[in-house]
């Protein structure tokens, strides 16, 4: 606080304390509180086996004869024990396509993360995540396939699948993974046990969508701790990262479903 000497006019009092009070003069600048984080799991350890969980819809692109069947199982390997979410029966073929999605979200700039394992499947293997997903035939994928050793990001419009980028990466079936994807406007970045392996730029797809689990054909999968929170930005998530197995991504080649 200033203090003025003895013998100082008071006009001059009043004068100072008029101009330090005014708008903008030499007022301290705070920053804006960080965004609160918000963030939402399902384990379905609460949800009853041998059923859907409550709050999700089961989709299917392209769909063949018949749809894959998902329900909670109990798994003592669960990473939060007791329940998985898993799909027990695939009897999809080619471009069918095997979806469980939340039915009380729609966003558009997400980070969502999933703990998957990959169990059976003699055409296809593994899965993964779905996002901005508009209905059955219209979202963005991040999966694994330990069939084709690769870690991969789609986007699929009015049911045709585009790859974005590929990485080469070796998983297998029977062991746990993390998948975690962000999107913030046109930016997506994709991760598989906090390696980040795949960032891309696609605009595509630009409206709000709810979010989900994915996988092809016959591919047969367990899922766990499916996470949803809002997104870092993500010039802090660092550079890509090359996990043990892996060599830099490749764009996309178009539309891998065309032969089928």
């Not at 979202?139 to 590929?166: A, H, M, T, W």
Request: one cysteine or more; proline letters at 8%; hydrophobic letters at 35%.
């Amino acid at each position: 606080m200033k203090r003025f000497k003895p013998g100082t006019p008071v006009w001059a009092f009043f004068v100072f304390t008029a101009i330090r009070t005014a708008p903008g003069f030499l007022q301290p600048t705070q920053a804006p509180p960080p965004p609160a984080t918000e963030s939402r799991s399902w384990n379905f350890d609460t949800d009853k086996v041998g059923t859907v969980p409550d709050g999700w819809s089961i989709r299917s692109t392209h769909p063949g004869p018949a749809q894959a069947t998902w329900q909670v199982s109990a798994d003592r390997t669960a990473p939060s024990k007791p329940n998985v979410l898993t799909i027990v029966k695939a009897p999809g073929k080619g471009s069918s396509f095997n979806l469980a999605v939340r039915d009380d979200i729609r966003l558009k700039d997400v980070e969502i993360s999933v703990r998957i394992r990959p169990n059976s499947g003699k055409e296809d293997q593994g899965g993964g995540l779905v996002w901005r997903c508009k209905d059955e035939n219209n979202y963005y994928i991040c999966r694994i396939n330990p069939l084709e050793s690769n870690f991969r990001v789609y986007r699929v419009v009015d049911g045709k699948r585009v790859e974005l980028q590929s990485a080469r990466v070796k998983t297998q079936a029977g062991k746990w993974y993390i998948l975690r994807v962000l999107m913030v406007g046109e930016q997506i970045t994709c991760m598989l046990d906090n390696a980040k392996l795949l960032e891309v730029t696609d605009g595509t797809l630009r409206e709000s969508g709810t979010v989900g689990l994915w996988s092809k054909a016959d591919a047969a999968s367990s899922f766990d701790d499916f996470t949803l929170q809002n997104p870092r930005d993500t010039r802090y998530i660092g550079p890509p990262v090359r996990a043990p197995g892996a060599v830099d991504p490749s764009p996309g080649k178009g539309d891998d479903d065309k032969k089928r």
